[in-house]
Every structure is written in structure tokens, then in C-alpha cells.
């Protein structure tokens, strides 16, 4: 599978526009040591250029301008929604990032539901109140509200 790595808009550049073909966006204590690494496994074997971020943040901290920047040069995003996704305040503010991208630079979004519904991502985006970011809260649910309706792949033994 080869991605279409889009250039710029002069003739005689043949710089690539994106410097990702895919951002991944993941729980890390739900994914990482399972199926997001071997779907990064497998995307690199394909030779499709994928940033994964191996730092944990601690529940608080911000999330970087390098993680931001690399969400902005990507051409598309594959978002593993697991159970404690939306506990993640870094993973929230990726997702908004990710949802503000396709709106502004047309960033392809393909979700992968990781034993969990697009109705329990939805349910828990009008759940979500997190006291201390009241103000992100609404843009959170807004971006989990859109991804979870999008067409994605499900993951599950079975519901």
C-alpha cells in the first residue's frame, strides 16, 4: 500500500508536503506493547513512514510542540480508541489536534475501535468533564464526538 505523499503546489518541487504518511494516536498502557506496536511493526515493513511517540505523559502535562508538529506533517491519522483512551488528557488534546487538521489541511482520519463501540466513545464524550481543563472539555467532546462517527475498523472478540 503505498501512500499519495502530495507536493507542493510549484512544478519544479518534488519535496514531499508531508514528512508523515501516518501519526498514530494510542493509549499506551491499553496498545502499545500489543497491537499498535505490531501495526507500526507492519506499517514500517510496508515501507509506509509512521511517527509513533513512545513517551507516557502523566495525566496533566502538556502535550508537546514536537507531537503537535508531527500531527500537522502527517498525511493521515490512525486512532486507536481503546477503554482508557478518553481518560488521557494527551491523548484528548491529539484528538482535537488530529479533528482540527482534517478541518484545516484536509488530514485523513481512520479510526480503529479497539474493543470499544463508536456508541461507547460517543457516550463517553457526553460523559467527559475532567474539573481541571473545563475549558478543553467541549472541544474534547466535540473531536471524540465526530471521530467516533466516522467509519472506522472494530476490534472485539464480540459485544
Known amino acids: 500500500m503505498s501512500t499519495p505523499r502530495a507536493t507542493s503546489s510549484s512544478p519544479s518541487s518534488l519535496t514531499p508536503r508531508w514528512k508523515y504518511d501516518v501519526f498514530l494516536s494510542f493509549k499506551g498502557k491499553d496498545t502499545q506493547n500489543n497491537f499498535t506496536g505490531h501495526l ?7 515501507g509506509i513512514f509512521t511517527f509513533r511517540d513512545e513517551e507516557e505523559l502523566e495525566r ?10 508531527a500531527i500537522e506533517e502527517s498525511w493521515c491519522a ?9 481518560s488521557s488528557t494527551w491523548c ?42 473545563f475549558e478543553r472539555t467541549e472541544t ?18 464480540s459485544f
Open 60 to 69: 496533566g502535562e502538556s502535550i508537546s510542540p514536537t507531537l503537535l508538529k
Open 40 to 46: 507500526y511493526a507492519a506499517l514500517q515493513h510496508k
Open 140 to 157: 474534547w467532546k466535540a473531536a471524540l464526538r465526530e471521530v467516533a462517527n466516522l467509519s472506522g475498523w472494530h476490534l472485539r472478540d
Open 92 to 133: 484528548l488534546d491529539e484528538l482535537a489536534k488530529i479533528v482540527r487538521c482534517k478541518k484545516e489541511i484536509g488530514l485523513t482520519i481512520l479510526p480503529i475501535f479497539y474493543y470499544v463501540n463508536p456508541s461507547d466513545i460517543r457516550k463517553q464524550a457526553e460523559a467527559l468533564y475532567v474539573h481541571n481543563f
Open 78 to 86: 490512525i486512532i486507536i480508541l481503546s477503554k482508557n483512551y478518553v
